[in-house]
């Protein structure tokens, strides 16, 4: 409590170490607590902010079974329980347990009767799942760069695979530095998928949403 009030008169940040991920810092200001890595916001600050614009162009009403690649803080959770009455499935993936470790202590991110955490790194999950998915949001960075499998056709041909008829994929990723989605652009127009681009969300990033629409 005492360290919440002092958060209001200065930033109280501490730093943990990560192999995956590098330095990660957890900041407390004004009594909330961010976190962050050496050069962007992973959870709860402009991240947040993104993917809750990208949730707002989807429609969740019929949705049942959400997957979440890259578990950060969680804030799309909370998101997604809080802002938008979700209480469907949500399995969670990230390949990082100090990441993981942090959802559960800093901001009460656990497995309970509707959230699965899994620790595996999200393309041999989705090239070994079957499960179908009513909303898959990509959200994979290391520290502002997004691994370059993730923007490889193999994983574009696993999650469109794993995405229900008439499911959506929310994928962030950033105008600077510069991200190269043409290949996916591709890959989903000759699947028949409809797309949009929506740049420089919260000022830097860009979010491809996709719709399996029936045909
Ligand atoms: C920006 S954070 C995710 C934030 C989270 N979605 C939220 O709402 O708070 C990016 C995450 O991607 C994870 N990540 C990066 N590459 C990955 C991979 N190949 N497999 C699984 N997780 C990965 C990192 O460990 C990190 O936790």
Redesign the pocket.
């Known amino acids: 409590m005492i360290k919440k009030i002092i958060s209001f008169i200065y930033p109280l940040t501490r730093k943990i170490e990560s192999v ?2 590098g330095i990660l810092e957890l900041t407390q200001l004004n009594g909330k607590v961010y ?1 962050d890595t050496a050069n962007t916001n ?3 600050g402009s ?2 902010k993104i ?1 809750k614009f990208s949730l707002l162009q989807v429609d969740l009403s019929k949705a049942k079974n959400i997957l ?10 909370k998101t997604i329980r809080k802002d938008f009455n979700y209480a469907g499935n949500i399995t969670v ?4 347990p100090v ?1 993981i470790d942090i959802a559960e202590k800093e901001f009460g991110i656990t497995n309970d009767e509707k959230t699965t955490i899994i620790c ?4 041999d999950f989705i090239r070994n799942t079957n499960e179908s998915f009513n909303l898959i ?1 990509i ?4 520290d502002n760069e997004i ?1 370059k ?2 923007l490889l056709p193999e994983f574009w041909k696993e999650i469109i695979k794993n995405t229900a008829l008439d499911g959506y994929i929310i994928f962030n990723t950033l105008c600077k530095p510069f991200t190269d989605i043409k290949p996916i652009e591709d890959k989903l127009r000759k699947r028949g998928l409809d797309y949009k681009i929506f740049r420089y969300v919260e000022n830097t990033n860009k979010v491809l949403i996709a719709n399996c629409k029936p045909h």
């Not at 993936?93 to 990082?96: K, N």
């Not at 595996?120 to 393309?123: G, H, K, L, Q, R």
């Open positions: 995956h991920n976190l992973y959870s709860y991240l947040q993917l979440v690649l890259g578990l950060g803080g969680g804030s799309v959770l993936v990230d390949f990082d990441i595996s790194d999200a393309v949001i959200d994979l960075f290391i691994p499998k993730i």
